[in-house]
């Protein structure tokens, strides 16, 4: 069964470090989303993305984060400059459209580590 | 605004006996989808089983049931036949019917509901 492919699955990183973190959607999967669960807490949406722009964000979703489809498969997400907060499990999840009924598929997560 | 309320941090289940997770919802949209999702202690999320808030018949999936009553806002998880691998954190999930053209569609999740399986 096709699955949402997240790397790395383990990321530290030094405090005011940018950090980029990867996804690979599921091939025919038309939207595409983050969202992030900082230890012990309910998971959070950070933002959407179709047709190669944004469709939604939270407020979480700041200057400091982007996101960028680079090419057909890979869909990233940038933190520019890290700080001790950012410290969360991020989720990166695909669906292949936007009805109801479609449920959105994830990754296995990034566990973003900032020291 | 939507809400997931999941009033249960842990339940415990004895091996093949069924268990029931709740989650009420608070939404002013006439439309929106219902997701349950689970998340072992490695971490990824599976989902589990949608019920629409149009559907007229409650959703089943295996030994997953979804319990609706769409006047009290509960869609509550049923789970038969517990095994020992059912044991992680469930969460409830949900999406609103609108949005504009083309847009994508933010799960709102609850706090989550940890389940232990007992041998």
């Known amino acids: 069964e096709p699955e949402v492919t997240q790397t790395p699955s383990h990321q530290v990183t030094q405090m005011g470090q940018e950090v980029i973190l990867r996804c690979v959607p599921i091939s025919n999967h038309l939207y595409f989303y983050w969202y992030r669960q900082i230890l012990g807490q309910k998971v959070e949406f950070l933002v959407s993305?179709?047709?190669?722009?944004?469709?939604?964000k939270s407020e979480i979703f700041d200057d400091q984060f982007s996101v960028e489809r680079p090419d057909g498969s890979n869909f990233t997400l940038k933190i520019r400059s890290t700080k001790l907060e950012d410290s969360a499990m991020y989720f990166c999840?695909?669906?292949?459209?936007?009805?109801?009924?479609?449920?959105?598929?994830f990754g296995d997560g990034t566990r973003l580590s900032i020291l | 605004a939507q809400k997931i309320t999941q009033t249960q941090p842990g339940m415990f289940v004895q091996e093949k006996e069924a268990v029931t997770l709740d989650c009420t919802y608070d939404t002013s949209d006439p439309s929106y989808g219902l997701f349950w999702y689970k998340q072992p202690s490695s971490g990824e999320m599976i989902f589990l089983i949608y019920q629409g808030s149009y559907d007229q018949q409650n959703a089943t999936e295996g030994r997953y049931s979804l319990n609706f009553q769409k006047a009290r806002k509960s869609a509550n998880l049923v789970i038969s036949a517990s095994q020992l691998g059912d044991s992680a954190m469930y969460f409830c999930?949900?999406?609103?019917?609108?949005?504009?053209?083309?847009?994508?569609?933010?799960?709102?999740f609850g706090s989550g509901t940890q389940l232990t399986v007992l041998p």
């Open positions: 993305f179709y047709n190669n722009e944004i469709s939604e």
């Open positions: 999840a695909s669906s292949v459209d936007r009805g109801l009924g479609q449920p959105q598929h």
């Open positions: 999930a949900m999406i609103p019917q609108r949005g504009s053209s083309g847009s994508a569609r933010q799960l709102t």
